[in-house]
């Protein structure tokens, strides 16, 4: 499962509603993918619909699906949102990340 804190939450419904997705229907797709300073990076974007071997959750109010290979790396994982002075976006808080960069942005397991 994948949660979601209470700031990432805002900014998802926010940042939907500028996309022109409707956060009480639509998804947060979450992935990982090859690539980054440390062997893998987080993907993030919104999707309508879902694919039949996704897994789907639901945490504090936002819908969020993950691909089977994906999900492997990403349990237990909080998405955060960070909007602090050394720059804003979100944060993947993963247990499973044995080395992260320095932008949060790729890990290596």
Known sequence: MIKVS???KKKVVELMIE?????ATDFVRVGVKSGGCS???YDL???KAQNEEDKVFEDNGVRIIVDKKSFLYLIG???EYSG???G??????NPNANRTCGCGESFSL
């Open 39 to 41: 062997g893998l990076s």
């Open 77 to 79: 994982t909080t998405l």
């Open 6 to 8: 209470d700031t990432a």
């Open 19 to 23: 996309d022109g997705f409707n956060s």
């Open 84 to 86: 602090g002075l050394n």
């Open 45 to 47: 974007k919104f999707d």
């Open 88 to 93: 804003s976006g979100f944060v993947f808080n």
